[in-house]
Each structure stands twice: as C-alpha cells, then as structure tokens.
C-alpha cells in the first residue's frame, strides 16, 4: 500500500483504520486542520476537523431519531437514499457541505446511504428502491423534488400492493449541523465495519436501460482514498473546488469525503447561506476564486466559458491543476489554456471500477494536454476492435490495490470489466491514449452528461414517413438528428417550404421521443436534419447504418445545424405585436413552457423546475431571434446579451425586466437633453429660491431630468412631490457633489392609477439607465409611489442599492380618514379629502380653487396634484387591503404585510419642521414609518418641508452610498 505523501496532515491510511475509524481520528488528531471552506461574502470561512466531526455525529443523530420512531411497523432496511436538490435555497435544499455531513451521518449511524440523481424520472428512481430494497428516502422540502420523491414512493408501494413502502426522512439543514448550541449526542457503538460490507451506494447514468445501482465496500472506500497517491500531486493543504458538480456524482462524493479524510484535501463549496447559488460559470468562477481554490473540477463547457474571458485566464493559471471529465473539451479551447501554461488534467474514471486515470499528474503529457495516462495503480488492457486496428475497447482487471465493483468477465481466472469504452493509443507513446467513443454509440455532451440514441433511433423509425434515422451530438450540447425519409417522402431538402412541412409533419413522433428522454436530450425542430437523395445512408450486411460514415458525409450539414442554433429563435411562437414590458413578458413565457415543457410561475426560478444549461442556450437563442427579426434595436446591442444571461435572470419577471431594458436602451433614441423655450413659470407660493439654470431644467417637457451627472456613479433618481408633479422643491439638490436625476410628471405621464403612472416611469428610467444598481427616492406625497416602483424594479430582477422617502410616509394619506366609509367616486367626499390632504401641507392657502384659475399652467398644476393623490388613495383602498369578516374591513396588517415585501432596507428622512408637525406626537418621529416597517432607518434633519433640503446633515446622508470612503 501507499504511504501518506505529506507530512502536515497525519492519518492511518495503511489499512489499521477502517474509513468511519479514520473520521474519528481526525476529530482528534488532525482537530485544526480544514476539512471544508466556504464564500463567506468576499471572503471565506474554514470548518475544521472538529468542528466537522460534530457535524457528522449531529447529522447521524438525525437520522437515528427518525428512523426510530419511522421504523416501529416496517421492515428494517440497511439503505437510506437521499434525493435532494443542492446550492440553491438553503431553506429547502442541501449545500454541497451538509450534503457530504448527510452522507457521513447516515453510514455513522449504521445504513448505506445512496445518493440519487433528481434528474431521473420518477419511474427510475422507482427502480433503485425496490433494486435496493430501499424503504427510508431523505427528500428536501423544495416543491420539484417532493413531488419527484412522493411519486417515486406511490410507484414503490404500487407495485409491491402495500408490502414495499417508503417512509420519507426529513433532511438536516446547515444550521442544524454547525450552528446548534448543544454538544453532539455520544453516537451508540456501532460494531467495526467489515471490509466487505456495503457503506455507500452510487447509481451509473442510465442512458443505455434504467440506471443500475453500485455498491461501494468499505474496502473500495479506503482503496479510493489512496488513488490520488498515485499520482503526483500531494493534496494535502490543497483547496478543491467542487462547485460545479452534483454531489451524487461519485467522483465528487470521493473528492468531498474520502481525500477530505484520508489525505487532508480542503473541499470548498458555495455558501450555505446564499438565498440562490445556480452553479453557473460565473458563480463557480468567483467562488473558486474567494475561497482560493487550487484544484478545480469544472464541467467543459464552464472552462469553455471562462477561456473567452482574458481576465479569467491569470486566475486560472494560479490554479495548482485544473481537472476536467465527463465530457470533451474543445481541442481550440484547450490549445491555448494550455498554450497560457494552464495545467489541464483530463481525469477518465469509471463508477463501475473507479479511476482509471491519474488523478493529479504533476503535469500535462508532452504529447499534448488531450492524452490520457493510465494510473499506476490500475491494470488496464486494449483490446484491438474488430475492423478497425487504430480503435481499441478498455479492459479493466481486478487488481491487489483496485477491487471491481462490477465484473462481467474474466481474463486468466481474475475478475475483469469490459467498459464498453473504445479509445485510441498515440501512436509514438503507447502508455497515452484518448477516449474515442462508446461501442454501443452513447453520446456524450460537452456538459458530460449522456444520451443513448438507440431507444429515440427505434421510436422515430416508427414513423411511416421515416425510413430510418440517426441521433448525433457528441461533444455539443445538444443533439440532433438526421432522418431519412421513407420511399414516397423523398424531396430535395434544400427547399425550405418542402422541409418545414415534413418537418411539422414528424414532430409528434419527435415530440413522443422528447417526453420520455432527458431534459439535455430533446431535440429541437430546428435540429432535425432530412438526407437527401443525392447522399444515401450506407448500411452493413445487417441492413444496421453505418453510423460513423454516414454523420462523416453529413458533417457539413450537422455543422450548419448548430451554427443555425445560434438563431434559434422559435419563429412560430408570435413576434409581440408592441414592445410593452406586458407583451415582452407574454413572450418570454412562451418560449420557457415551450423549452422546459411546461408552463412556469412568473417568479419561480426555472433552474429548479427543469432548465438547465441547454435551456438557457435556447432561450437566449430564441429571444436574441426575435429581437434581430423584429429589428427593435441595433444588432450590436443584441449582441452584447451574455451567453448566460439566464442564469443572472432565472425566472420570467427578471428576464422580461432585463429584455425591456435593453429594448429601452438599444431601440430608442436618446431623449434629446437641449434645454427648450422656457415655460410660462408658475408661482408656487412654496417659498422655494429658484435657480436660472434649474427652471430650464424643470421647464423641459422630460420626464427624467439630470440636475448632476457625477462621476459615473449611480445617480440618486428622486421622485416629485405629490403636489403638482412638479420638481420645484427639488432646486437645492443642485448642492449635490454626485449624480442626481430628478422625475417630474409631464403631459405623456399616464394619470389612471399608481400602477400605469409606477409602469410608466419604471420605463423612463430604463431608458437613461438600462441597469442597475439603482437609487430611488420619493419627496412627500409621492412616498407610496416610490416604494411601488421599487417594488416592480425588485420583481424583474433589479438590484436596489438605495431607497428613501423624503419627509412623507404613505399611510399618511389615510390619516385622520376612516377608509371603510371613503367613496372616493363621491365628488364630495373626494374633494374633502383632497382639501384636507393639501391643508397638511400648508399650501391650501397659496391654491387658488380651479374655478378662479386663469392660467392654463396652473390647471395643469391642479389636475397633476390631483391626479398623485388620487392614484395613491385609490391604491390604499383597493381590495388587497381589507378583511371579509361581517363586515369589509380596512387592514393595517395586510398593508404591513405588502410593505414587508420590499427587500431593500428603507430610510425615511423626517424634517424637524415639516410635515411631522400636522400629527399626532406619537407620529412625528418616524411619521409612523416604523409600524409597517419595523427595520427601516429613521434620519432626523433640522428644517421644514422644503429647506432641509440643503442641509449639510441631509447631504451627507443621502450621497454616502456612493462617496468615496
């Protein structure tokens, strides 16, 4: 055996100690050393061994108590299977930490845990629990996966009449593992484990039938801990980052318990307290990069990703090894990663017989990046494939240091696996080799997940327009296929009228081929190639195609295909008739029921209700499609839409808001900033010294007026008062040393209701800044307003990084009114409130009533004020807000309960002098802010409604978001 490679992290690896034993030496004798490192904002925070330790035991204490009390009228079972989501909301599923503490937990508590994939059907994981005699399943809490898990249990005791039944476990969250007060329940003695027994179970792919569960002894646990010291790399001290793959793939199980205990590797994973991690290239890259990561196991198409990026390239270099697997890598990519002097280390592992490669060369071969050694530990035999001398099939053989797990043959009276893989050897350097193919054809993705063609192959010649038929995808993310059409059906494809009809004509049968495979395995009607005529399909002896030479002469049409990928666009789904974030929204909902399947909820994140990475290439394709057709905005500005935008915006609200915004920013022209004609201007009686330079801006007809253009800092973008529309009162904001834009009500501003006005002016600001951070702030009766504006940029995925109210809080429309018994269609009623609602601001006497205004400006004025506070009372007095008990009632609790919706914290500047004064003493502090919203900040600024404006105290308030420290 092996001996340990480093000498900072001590553990028996010699055989003495058996795994569960090496996990409790560590909580001993390695007690400070790292076993696992997550983002901690910026940063990043260790778990050590002690600490790691009592999580496994409070995770195994978990299980024992509720198998306890679920096991008294069932038949006890030794396997526990855990189907979870993972990185996404810590609430309801499991971080890749506490996944790795649940796997511990439950083999410490005496079962086998098995892993199972959520991307099964329910049908699939049906059979790994009655193939395992499986009667406990651990299923997190999020709705996609409970409704898999309880289906998955139905089936089970479906077909067993009531015999076989599944009880469901409750999964432990992070909290419970690492941040409970109690010292960890002593475990009950359990008997050491015998090197033949069962400690943990994984699943194969199931590409080829139903995936095939895989049993791991204790013996095959520790022979997995000591591959790595094969290779050449020491791991100890060594930061991997697993933030790209499942947890209930093997290798990454292995990666986060096995070399975590037995050689001192450092996991680092997402936070466990991020409301959303989808493992997307950005995350994982910036993650990697805040926890210091050495080693990274990326998928190819992130480290495709992160190539085109020249920044990422020195970060990637800093990386001790980079490993990749399950899947290729394109051959330019990794010419010039490695060309840059990035260590690529392909690693080819087997779940039936383990790592076949080495795990962590020093170094990539001479020969090239792209060429595989055999680990010293495996014996590996190639075995020439019949008809073709360059190809070779792999052999795995049962070795002292490599227990099979799986045999289905025998070479010299010794156990040996036929993986049904077919590689090639260098011809120079015989020990290299690289992975070919499958025999049995499986296609495998640049994501490294696997279609099987020959199922889908069967169902689409079932078609009698079809004659036959080949699936193709290997290495892309898609696949696609090429049909040959029966005899009757033939026609020249290079017609496109004639191809979209047969097309359309074979697409139930295609639809019934992508019901039934997986999500990464549908094919799209644009991917759906038709032979033709002039080159026939080439067949064996057995009337089989032959597969390599027939997709090798349609290679220039299946390259075509893809390239035409990059306009999928879904032309049959309707172009909007109007760019209206409504009718933008219409569409894109559209687009993800038709690429995911089904429809989905405007705010749920569709990464957890069955997109995945092809999904957000497809949607992006097909709304950068429609953009371009409609010819809406220049296509530069399409262009510039990321390749993963859907994973900055993954649901619909946040992909409409961001598609609007670029729409607003790219297709229209800049409003036109010259200062017009002055304005007839009022007299407002307000009392406000008005500044030259300041009327012209006010007197413009724009909405969005720049008083100051900063530094390229976001701007503070303040609403007008409720008073009028009007930004006379804003004038002193001229003292601001940052950006500084002001809104004002103009002839085009919608009048109706808050929400048209809200929708109106969420546009406006799109246009001048198509993202964010943003600052918003609303001076006096435009108070609700804002915070309903905010509400919007919150909901289509815009971060707000300031929002204020400036002396006013929206309940106090409603002040001194009894909301059950308002009519405000009564014109008298109404015209009392109104009446009421100006007295408050001390400006009822510097209103003339309309019928003695003269001034065609001041009846603007009148019907602007109006319209404010009518929108704003109307919106509080809608239905939302009242109880049906036997009586309708007004309730402060439903509009506390809407209010607490915001999550942008809340700041409410309150002057000494202002409108504070006109309530109640109990009021004036905090204008009543602090009842609906507990949280919010309460700023204090000596002056009246109008001149605390020019307040130092206020100034320096207000801009320090965004000043220098």
């Given at each position: 055996l092996p001996t340990p490679m480093s000498l900072t992290f001590k553990t028996p690896i010699d055989g003495s100690f058996g795994f569960l034993e090496i996990i409790e030496y560590n909580r001993v004798n390695n007690a400070k050393h790292s076993a696992f490192r997550y983002q901690n904002n910026d940063a990043y925070r260790d778990i050590p061994w002690s600490e790691a330790a009592e999580g496994f035991h409070r995770s195994a204490n978990l299980i024992l108590n509720q198998t306890q009390l679920s096991t008294e009228n069932s038949t006890d079972t030794s396997v526990i299977a855990i189907l979870a989501a993972t990185g996404k909301h810590a609430d309801v599923h499991l971080d890749s930490i506490t996944y790795t503490c649940l796997i511990i937990g439950i083999m410490q508590a005496g079962y086998t845990p098995f892993p199972i994939s959520t991307r099964n059907s329910a049908e699939a994981i049906t059979h790994l629990l009655i193939t395992t005699k499986c009667t406990r399943l651990v299923v997190t809490d999020d709705p996609a996966t409970k409704i898999l898990g309880r289906t998955a249990c139905e089936l089970v005791s479906k077909g067993s009449d009531g015999i076989h039944c599944v009880d469901q476990l409750n999964t432990p969250t992070f909290t419970d593992l690492f941040e409970s007060k109690n010292i960890?329940?002593?475990?009950?003695?359990?008997?050491?484990?015998?090197?033949?027994?069962?400690?943990?179970?994984?699943?194969?792919?199931?590409?080829?039938?139903?995936?095939?569960?895989?049993?791991?002894?204790?013996?095959?646990?520790?022979?997995?801990?000591?591959?790595?010291?094969?290779?050449?790399?020491?791991?100890c001290g060594h930061i991997f980052s697993v933030h790209c793959l499942p947890m209930y793939r093997t290798f990454i199980q292995f990666i986060s318990s096995n070399y975590g205990a037995m050689l001192g590797l450092t996991v680092a994973a997402f936070s466990p307290y991020e409301p959303v991690v989808v493992p997307s290239p950005e995350h994982v890259f910036s993650s990697a990069k805040a926890t210091k990561s050495t080693l990274i196991f990326p998928v190819p198409s992130f480290l495709e990703s992160w190539a085109r990026n020249e920044s990422s390239l020195e970060v990637l270099k800093s990386f001790r090894a980079i490993l990749f697997g399950g899947g290729p890598l394109s051959k330019k990519v990794g010419d010039m990663l490695s060309e840059e002097g990035i260590n690529l280390t392909q690693v080819f592992g087997i779940t039936e017989t383990g790592p076949v490669s080495i795990i962590a060369p020093a170094t990539p071969p001479t020969e090239g990046w792209d060429w595989l050694r055999t680990s010293p530990h495996v014996d590996a035999?190639?075995?020439?494939?019949?008809?073709?001398?360059?190809?070779?099939?792999?052999?795995?053989?049962?070795?002292?240091?490599?227990?099979?797990?799986?045999?289905?043959?025998?070479?010299?009276?010794?156990?040996?696996?036929?993986?049904?893989?077919?590689?090639?050897?260098?011809?120079?350097?015989?020990?290299?080799?690289?992975?070919?193919?499958?025999?049995?054809?499986?296609?495998?993705?640049?994501t490294g997940v696997r279609t099987n063609p020959i199922p889908m192959e069967s169902t689409i010649r079932e078609d009698p327009r079809v004659s036959d038929a080949l699936i193709f995808g290997h290495g892309r993310l898609q696949v696609g296929v090429l049909v040959l059409p029966s005899a009757g059906y033939e026609f020249d494809p290079n017609n496109e009228k004639m191809l979209a009809e047969y097309r359309n004509s074979i697409w139930d049968t295609i639809q019934k081929v992508n019901e039934i495979v997986p999500q990464y395995s549908r094919i799209f009607k644009e991917m759906i190639i038709v032979a033709t005529?002039?080159?026939?399909?080439?067949?064996?002896?057995?009337?089989?195609?032959?597969?390599?030479?027939?997709?090798?002469?349609?290679?220039?049409?299946?390259?075509?295909?893809?390239?035409?990928?990059?306009?999928?666009?879904?032309?049959?789904?309707?172009?909007?008739?109007?760019?209206?974030?409504?009718?933008?929204?219409?569409?894109?909902?559209?687009?993800?029921?038709?690429?995911?399947?089904?429809?989905?909820?405007?705010?749920?994140?569709?990464?957890?209700?069955?997109?995945?990475?092809?999904?957000?290439?497809?949607?992006?394709?097909?709304?950068?499609?429609?953009?371009?057709?409609?010819?809406i905005m220049p296509l530069s500005c399409i262009r510039k839409i990321p390749q993963d935008f859907a994973y900055h915006f993954p649901t619909i609200a946040q992909l409409s808001g961001f598609i609007y915004g670029m729409i607003l920013a790219g297709g229209m022209e800049m409003p036109d900033m010259s200062v017009p004609t002055p304005l007839e201007s009022p007299s407002t009686g307000l009392g406000v010294a008005q500044d030259p330079i300041f009327n012209l801006l006010e007197q413009s007809k724009d909405t969005v007026v720049k008083i100051k253009t900063g530094s390229g800092e976001p701007p503070l973008i303040v609403l007008h008062a409720g008073i009028g529309g009007r930004i006379t009162a804003l004038a002193p904001l001229q003292n601001f040393t940052t950006a500084v834009w002001a809104i004002q009500m103009t002839e085009q501003t919608p009048k109706a209701s808050l929400n048209e006005i809200a929708d109106f002016y969420y546009m406006k600001i799109k246009e001048q800044q198509p993202v964010g951070p943003y600052r918003l702030a609303g001076y006096s009766g435009s108070s609700l307003l804002t915070l309903f504006l905010a509400r919007i940029f919150q909901d289509r995925g815009?971060?707000?990084?300031?929002?204020?109210?400036?002396?006013?809080?929206?309940?106090?429309?409603?002040?001194?009114?009894?909301?059950?018994?308002?009519?405000?269609?009564?014109?008298?009623?109404?015209?009392?409130?109104?009446?009421?609602?100006?007295?408050?601001?001390?400006?009822?006497?510097s209103f003339a009533s309309r019928d003695t205004a003269t001034s065609s400006t001041m009846e603007v004025f009148f019907q602007y004020s109006e319209a404010m506070w009518k929108a704003s009372t109307c919106f509080l007095l809608e239905n939302q807000f009242y109880l049906e008990l036997d009586e309708k009632r007004w309730s402060q609790d439903l509009l506390k309960a809407w209010l607490s919706e915001i999550k942008s914290q809340v700041t409410v500047y309150v002057a000494s002098e202002g409108i504070a004064q006109f309530f109640p003493e109990e009021m004036r502090e905090d204008l009543g802010a602090r009842a609906f919203i507990p949280n919010c900040e309460v700023i204090n600024i000596v002056g009246d409604h109008y001149d605390f404006f020019e307040a130092d105290e206020f100034l320096n308030y207000v801009q320090a978001p965004v000043r220098p420290a």
């Open positions: 960890a329940t002593p475990l009950p003695v359990q008997p050491r484990r015998q090197k033949t027994e069962s400690a943990v179970i994984f699943h194969s792919s199931g590409s080829v039938s139903f995936p095939k569960p895989i049993t791991f002894t204790y013996k095959k646990m520790l022979e997995m801990g000591t591959f790595p010291t094969h290779g050449e790399i020491d791991l035999i190639f075995i020439p494939e019949i008809g073709n001398d360059e190809v070779f099939r792999l052999i795995i053989k049962e070795s002292d240091v490599n227990t099979l797990l799986v045999s289905n043959m025998t070479i010299d009276g010794i156990p040996a696996y036929d993986t049904n893989d077919l590689v090639i050897r260098h011809p120079k350097n015989g020990s290299l080799w690289q992975f070919y193919g499958r025999h049995d054809d499986q296609i495998t993705h640049s005529p002039a080159k026939p399909f080439e067949y064996t002896a057995k009337r089989i195609p032959r597969r390599a030479a027939v997709l090798a002469s349609y290679a220039s049409e299946i390259e075509e295909a893809y390239r035409g990928v990059e306009s999928f666009s879904l032309t049959d789904i309707a172009s909007p008739a109007k760019w209206d974030v409504n009718a933008v929204t219409e569409y894109i909902r559209e687009v993800i029921r038709r690429v995911i399947g089904h429809n989905v909820e405007d705010m749920m994140n569709i990464f957890e209700v069955g997109a995945d990475s092809l999904s957000s290439v497809s949607i992006r394709n097909a709304l950068v499609g429609v953009l371009h057709r409609s010819k815009d971060d707000i990084m300031q929002l204020a109210l400036f002396d006013h809080f929206p309940t106090l429309f409603l002040h001194e009114i009894n909301p059950d018994s308002l009519d405000v269609d009564n014109p008298d009623q109404w015209s009392e409130v109104y009446r009421l609602s100006l007295k408050k601001l001390y400006i009822e006497d």
